[in-house]
């Protein structure tokens, strides 16, 4: 199925000189494809004139829409802005930079005409983080089970994925792990990846990789060990209790028939069978959140289908 409508979304820090070129690689696009875009763009409270300079531009290009946040929220509250601003069936997540080429996105597009739910691209050219970007989608296409080679690229997506997953700040990292875990279709189409002309680059340091590698590990957890949270928590509370019945008897063994009495064994089963408690009840506690947290997306889904079935039934009349 053929898709007309569609929403470029473009988060933007600090990125003034990039959008004069930006937007007329955009509008070559536009002006070349038989679909009908609108671009929205959002200023996550740059301090370099960024946002005028997009208003400047929306003067120019009727399709450009720009949107200010008053302060510095992330990238991910950026595209959820945009998001809400938009009204198509399919959006694209481009990044302001000019590292990607606004040219690719038609191939994005005819790919997810095969059927695909998220189609993302896959990097083809030399960067400064290739390595580190080679580790993290290593991990992320073995802890989630991804049949792509990256996932943080440019993507073009249904609006129903970002109405349907959970993201969390810097979790748009992740929005291909999370629409995989929803059982939405993905696939990759090659694209190219330039340097950076202007501006610099808004990840660097090595805090930026231990902050991957925590949402990395709150990423699985949502969607793997919290979807039966007793499971996990209780069956290691399990564990540990056992172990501290064995110990337990070792002591009472060693106290008893040998003679040998031990007071740190005493600590270590009073640790263990504590631990395991604790854990089972964290266990039970998660299960209840989680349940109620089930509850409300099942709400959240029932609205949204209640919505866009009366737009469609307002479009009929």
């Keep these: 199925m053929v898709q007309k409508r569609i929403t470029i979304i473009i988060p933007a820090y600090n990125e003034r000189d990039n959008l004069a070129p930006l937007m007329e690689e955009i ?35 009727n399709h450009l829409k720009a949107i200010r946040h008053r302060m510095n929220l992330g990238k991910t509250e950026a595209i959820l802005t945009g998001f809400r601003h938009s009204d198509s069936p399919v959006v694209v997540l481009l990044d302001a930079d000019l590292q ?44 989630f ?20 997953i959970n993201l969390r700040k810097d979790w748009h990292r992740y929005i291909v792990s999370l629409a995989v875990s929803e059982g939405f279709k993905v696939s990759e189409v090659k694209v190219k ?24 590990l709150a990423v699985k957890m ?13 069956t290691a509370g399990i564990v540990l209790i056992l172990l501290g019945v064995l110990v337990g008897a070792y002591g009472i063994i060693e106290r008893f028939v040998y003679q040998h009495g031990y007071r740190p064994i ?19 506690i998660t299960e209840a959140i989680t349940a109620l947290y089930e509850r409300i997306r099942r709400l959240e889904r029932e609205v949204v289908e209640y919505g866009a079935d009366r737009s469609s039934n307002e479009d009929k009349e």
Excluded: C
Excluded at 108 to 118: A, C, P, R, V, Y
Excluded at 225 to 231: G, T
């Design 27 to 61: 509008h070559d696009v536009i002006q070349e494809d038989e679909r009908d875009y609108d671009v929205i763009f959002i200023d996550d409270g740059s301090t370099d004139g960024t946002f005028e300079e997009a208003i400047r531009l929306s003067e120019k290009y």
């Design 266 to 284: 005493l600590y270590l089963v009073i640790l263990l069978v504590v631990s395991g408690l604790v854990l089972f009840t964290v266990g039970f």
């Design 193 to 216: 990846l330039r340097s950076r002309l202007h501006g610099e680059s808004k990840y660097r340091g090595k805090g930026r990789i231990i902050i991957g590698v925590m949402d990395l």
């Design 222 to 234: 949502q969607i793997s060990f919290l979807r039966k949270p007793l499971l996990f928590f209780g």
């Design 100 to 143: 990607f080429d606004a040219h690719d996105i038609p191939l994005l597009l005819n790919e997810m005409e095969k059927g695909f739910d998220i189609v993302t691209g896959w990097k083809q050219g030399q960067y400064q983080k290739r390595f580190v970007s080679g580790v993290y989608n290593w991990f992320s296409r073995r802890l």
């Design 145 to 164: 089970h991804l049949p792509i080679h990256d996932q943080n690229s440019i993507k073009a997506l249904k609006s129903e994925v970002l109405e349907e």
